[in-house]
């Protein structure tokens, strides 16, 4: 059958030929249709618990998607009457900007006073070029006994302040409506900066951050693919010395990736941050199957076999090995959809295209066109074959300690995985070096703590939020949470109802506590918020219905490690002293990017046993052998165990795309075991030959190629090690590494396990 087919496929050439750009043509034309998300929240597993809760609190309350300007002062405290006023007058033009619904400062923080029975509420600063010296001092002194601004508003030094912007767009075009929001603040600080230089002014927040986002990768694209390709093209050349090896690649590379990116965009596919990989992805594997059709092409024409018997020669060889090896790959990079997150569904999608379309190109587009030339073998042919065979006999040699030796040092190596533990943080997915973002970030934070706080939603079965008794359970919970480590401020509703209470009771310490009135509460409440500054209302902290109000914890910098420390004590400490159902779980993007590596790993881990279950299945259905479809999962999942174990040991974080290279990885390693296999069955039903003739004749037709294919992968990965969105390097390295792994057990140990089992 595959002979007939190779016949085929020389026969019709032409037609074939003409067929595939055709193909290609109306592939391509779907990249129109690309669009890029920036949105982070694409990334948050759907359906589980903490994203749940996260999304039930920003329906309760208003949203917290922000834009922070930070100012800090170079020398003494920000209460300076020029800070004071750039304050004042930043906020002011804040609440101008596209898409704001809320500006919190400073300047227009609810100072509450009281005459009598009379309540005030005022902006904190205001005017400050008329105020006096001895004002602006008396202002220092007071911020002091606002617990609700000092340590989150302002810093306990005095010395840094912040400007929170909420940001609420249609969201029907993130990425304009977020340009639309940060480019005008943009140029507000460029400006600012050169006016003040004794003052550091920074930016930060989410809608930064996915403002940044799509920038930040279309700024890349244009150089990191052309880098891709040479790097490829090169490294290709280098190894097979051919021109036209290379040439023939780069049709078969370009026709590849813009049909798998233009059926994405016919498909609709969701565009994210990772789908960067996908032209790597589907470039280094496309060229995999280039090489082996050259491979066995060069050898044909060292025999003086003509072109077009040549490459037929090379068809008859590869088609049923390579065909195979892209149903195997398509499986494994399909198996995502497994996966909880759409952005990692979609990279899959497009990349099981690109598989299955590389193939297609090989077959039906490379092969016809080459068999019209007549190309030369490079002079390095003989040397690189003779190579190969060298590593094959030194395996059948060596094949009894081999066996043994091989496993052990796996089952070793595995045994560091337990060291891996997930760590994500939006706040490091961008390099230092391309953008001002992490480090402005992280300078923000050491000063102010946090940048991404935790929100806890906490309900009451009663009437009213302003029910004594819930109020009291509010404090308790907010009491005990500031007395954790990791806590630098809580913001909560009891602390504004004490510091009501108190101040209409002239600002007595005794009267700092909640009313034990629950009307009186609720009066409190109103006349409050009927007071507040122009903007501002309690919509932040309380239920449009009254029956429910947010805590909110600033935290210091922690890794996931401490966080989950920190989560596992607040859990505990709820289930044991709070009403049963009272409170949430913690929420926010620090609370979901702690998990979400954590359970993209457990997904991956359950899409990798479905891939490799299929893959082994199609394997056994293709060679019709149960033993040796079995066989090959031992040099199929070694790779990735080892390559995890490795990875514990010298790295042991575990990024949420590290983790995907669990799951990729699977889809291109089987291709290694596969060839092997596919060659040695041939040798061994074909042509008579016995088990150690056949690995023989499997490492002269296929073993320099696997080398080739396992350099000009890891080259290619590498790439990506010059990504501004840093999880992509984990992917880089980690794949590379478990690729190394493959191609060792390949060669040294997979002809091993062929001499033990293999019983024919």
């Known amino acids: 059958m595959t002979n007939w087919i190779a016949k085929k496929i020389i026969e019709f050439r032409i037609i074939l030929i003409i067929l595939s750009f055709i193909i290609l043509f109306i592939s391509v034309s779907g990249v129109r249709f690309i669009e890029f998300s920036p949105d982070i929240d694409n990334f948050f ?33 920000i209460f300076q009457p020029r800070t004071l006023d750039l304050i004042e007058k930043l906020t002011e033009q804040a609440w101008t900007i596209p898409h704001s619904i809320r500006v919190d400062s ?11 029975d009379d309540l005030y509420v005022e902006p904190f600063i205001e005017n400050t070029f008329s105020m ?13 006994n606002e617990p609700l601004a000092y340590g989150s508003m302002i810093s306990k030094d005095k010395k840094t302040t912040l400007i929170n912007i909420i940001v609420d767009p249609p969201r029907l075009d993130v990425e304009k409506e977020y340009g639309e929001t940060v480019t005008p603040v943009l140029k507000l600080l460029e400006t600012t900066r050169a006016e003040y230089p004794e003052l550091e002014i920074k930016l930060s927040g989410m809608v930064y951050v996915e403002y940044l986002s799509p920038r930040i990768i279309k700024a890349q694209f244009p150089t990191l693919i052309p880098l891709l390709f040479i790097v490829i093209l090169v490294s290709l050349y280098v190894l097979l010395r051919s021109i036209t090896a ?18 994405t965009g016919w498909f609709g596919g969701l565009v994210t941050q990772p789908f960067m990989m996908v032209p790597i992805l589907i470039s280094t594997l496309a060229v995999a199957d280039c090489v082996h059709l050259f491979s066995i092409y060069f050898q044909n024409r060292l025999k003086d076999l003509d072109s077009k018997d040549s490459m037929l020669e090379s068809l008859k060889l590869n088609l049923q090995p390579l065909f195979l090896t892209s149903i195997t790959t398509a499986i494994g990079f399909l198996s995502l959809n497994l996966t909880p997150v759409e952005p990692l569904r979609t990279l899959g999608n497009s990349v099981f295209f690109g598989v299955l379309l590389a193939f297609f190109f090989t077959i039906f587009l490379l092969a016809p066109l080459c068999s019209f030339f007549s190309v030369r073998a490079p ?9 190969a065979i060298k590593i094959g006999k030194f395996s059948i040699l060596h094949a009894k300690r081999l066996f043994w030796i091989m496993p052990i040092a796996s089952i070793f190596l595995i045994s560091f995985i337990p060291l891996n533990h997930t760590n994500d943080s939006p706040m490091e997915f961008y390099s230092e070096r391309h953008n001002p973002l992490t480090a402005d970030t992280k300078w923000l934070s050491e000063r102010l703590g946090g940048t991404f706080p935790v929100n806890y939603q906490l309900s009451t079965d009663k009437d009213s939020i302003s029910n004594p008794s819930f109020l009291a359970d509010v404090e ?7 007395s954790q480590p990791e806590v630098i401020h809580v913001s909560s509703l009891s602390t ?4 009501l209470n108190s101040t209409l009771h002239g600002g007595k310490p005794e009267w700092n506590t909640i009313p034990k009135d629950q009307d009186l509460s609720a009066q409190y409440l109103f006349f409050y918020e009927m007071s507040l500054p122009f903007g501002l209302d309690l919509n932040n902290s309380i239920s449009q219905d009254r029956l429910s109000t947010k805590i909110t914890a600033s935290l210091r910098e922690l890794g996931s490690l401490e966080y989950k420390d920190f989560a596992i004590r607040v859990d505990k400490y709820i289930a044991n002293n709070m009403p049963k159902n009272m409170v949430s779980e913690g929420t926010g993007q620090r609370a979901i990017f702690v998990y979400m590596g954590e359970v993209i790993l457990e997904n991956l881990s359950y899409a990798l046993s479905v891939g490799l279950v299929l893959i082994t299945l199609t394997i056994i259905l ?5 033993r040796l479809g079995m066989l090959t999962t031992i040099p199929n999942i070694l790779p990735i165990g080892v390559a995890f174990g490795i990875w514990g040991l010298l790295v042991s974080e575990v990024s949420f795309l590290t983790a995907l290279g669990m799951g990729t990885t699977l889809g291109i390693v089987v291709d290694f075991t596969v060839h092997l296999l596919s060659k040695y069955l041939h040798a061994r039903n074909t042509l008579s030959l016995d088990k150690e003739e056949a690995i023989i004749y499997a490492f002269e037709t296929v073993g320099f190629p696997l080398i080739i294919m396992t350099f000009i992968l890891i080259c290619g990965f590498m790439v990506l090690l010059s990504a501004y969105f840093v999880p992509m390097h984990g992917f880089a390295l980690f794949s590379s590494l478990a690729f190394f792994v493959a191609l060792i057990l390949d060669l040294f140990y997979f002809p091993a396990l062929l001499l033990k089992f293999d019983k024919n």
């Open 622 to 626: 293709f060679f019709r052998s149960l």
């Open 476 to 482: 308790k919970f907010k009491q005990w949470l500031e």
């Open 132 to 144: 006096k010296k001895e004002e602006i001092s008396k202002k220092e002194e007071i911020i002091e």
């Open 246 to 263: 290379v040439i023939g690649s780069l049709i078969i590379i370009v026709s590849s990736v813009g049909s798998a990116m233009g059926l």
């Open 45 to 77: 597993p759907e359906n589980h618990s903490t994203v749940l809760a996260h999304k039930e609190v920003e329906d309760t309350f208003t949203t917290t998607d922000n834009l922070v300007i930070a100012i800090g002062a170079k020398e003494g405290t």
């Open 496 to 499: 504004t109802i004490k510091k």
């Open 106 to 116: 400073l300047s227009n923080y609810s100072y509450v006073s009281a005459v009598g």
């Open 379 to 387: 002079k390095r042919t003989e040397q690189q074959t003779n190579f």
